[in-house]
Nanobody
Framework: QVQLVESGGGLVQAGGSLRLSCAASGRIYFINAMGWYRQAPGKQRELVAITSSDDSPNYADSVKGRFTISRDNAKNTVYLQMNSLKPEDTAVYYC??????????????WGQGTQVTVSS
């Protein structure tokens, strides 16, 4: 069974930085893409950043120039470096992976979420 385990959330002042990590484990054959989504109270979940095996990373316009997504394929881990944080970045951040398990098809998997709170 595939699991995504996130870490790195917390409370930070505006202008500060945080780094999120998400490690995928289980009977993983191939990971097509890994990314980060976020959901603020009363809002829909939205894409923050995504990196796939053959494309350049993509970012939401609201985080371009401030956030950087990176991936360590050997560790099945994706990172999100968040700089110049703003109060509007406050949300629960979820890791997502689209991957293929051994002897199975492609599926989408989600982490449990990690809270990021940016104070003004």
């Amino acid at each position: 069974q595939v699991q995504l385990v996130e870490s790195g959330g917390g409370l930070v002042q505006a202008g500060g930085s945080l780094r999120l990590s998400c490690a995928a484990s289980g009977r993983i054959y191939f990971i097509n893409a890994m990314g980060w989504y976020r959901q603020a109270p009363g809002k829909q979940r939205e894409l923050v950043a995504i990196t796939s095996s053959d494309d350049s990373p993509n970012y939401a316009d609201s985080v371009k120039g401030r956030f950087t997504i990176s991936r360590d394929n050997a560790k099945n881990t994706v990172y999100l470096q968040m700089n110049s944080l703003k109060p509007e970045d406050t949300a629960v951040y979820y890791c997502n992976a689209r991957l293929r398990e051994y002897f199975s098809g492609v599926g989408d998997y989600w982490g449990q979420g990690t809270q990021v709170t940016v104070s003004s």
